[in-house]
């Protein structure tokens, strides 16, 4: 089956731009995360998608960060205006409906440097 | 509040030494626990969950609940074992996303 989908891979940008990531789950997978890696750091949950509805967004800095997934497939983080701090490897997972046996599947990131 | 401590940045061994990657983590409940491992230049994927207590690739890991940990084994390390490996925990309640640790890098010299 086809993995996790995200682009773009690589984005440069410079303060206070603005930066929008895509990814496209696993077909049929009903909850999809979006993860926040800094360099050194395990991954980091900013939100989490069960269909279109968020479960978790405990941990999104709300202020400048905003996602969505509209019809319960594809997802788009936005961060505006970006910060310095804000330079990491941006993770998509999606999984099954969430059970003890289900597994998270990973994209290969968006590697966001913030200049 | 859940975490995962896993102490070592690095730990470098030789082929065929034995291997052991350590995974503290605090959690008042049942967790489940994870590891993932991230070979390079490929995604972060599931290596093996405790739950399922089977060996992949020739690791296994055991969860300890009175010392909380679930330190990743492996008895003959191999030169393709050389990968970045992540302790992760989900809780039995409510947020179903998952708590890393920082991560351990495994270089396995020949």
């Known amino acids: 089956e086809a993995g996790v989908a995200q682009s773009p891979r690589y984005k440069i940008i410079e303060k206070r731009q603005s930066v929008a990531f895509w990814c496209n789950p696993i077909s049929g997978h009903a909850t999809l995360y979006w993860y926040q890696q800094i360099l050194g750091q395990g991954p980091k949950l900013l939100i989490q998608?069960?269909?279109?509805?968020?479960?978790?967004d405990s941990q999104l800095p709300k202020d400048r960060f905003s996602a969505e997934r509209l019809k319960g497939v594809d997802s788009t983080l936005k961060i505006q205006p970006a910060k310095l701090e804000d330079s990491a490897v941006y993770l998509c997972a999606s999984s099954t409906i969430p059970r003890s046996t289900d597994t998270q599947y990973f994209g290969p990131g968006t590697r966001l440097t913030v200049l | 509040a859940q975490r995962v401590t896993q102490p070592e940045k690095l730990l470098s061994v030789f082929k065929g030494a034995p291997v052991e990657l350590k995974c503290n983590y605090s959690?008042?409940?049942?967790?489940?626990l994870f590891w993932y491992v991230q070979y390079s230049r490929q995604r972060l994927q599931l290596l093996l969950r405790h739950i399922s207590r089977e060996s992949i690739k020739g690791f296994t890991a055991d969860l300890n609940k009175g010392e909380t940990s679930f330190h990743l084994k492996k008895p003959f390390a191999q030169e393709e074992d050389s990968a970045m490996y992540y302790c992760?925990?989900?809780?039995?309640?409510?947020?179903?996303?998952?708590?890393f640790g920082s991560g351990t890098r495994l270089q396995v010299q020949p």
């Open positions: 992760a925990l989900r809780g039995d309640t409510g947020r179903r996303a998952l708590t």
């Open positions: 998608f069960q269909n279109n509805g968020v479960v978790d």
């Open positions: 959690y008042s409940g049942s967790p489940e």
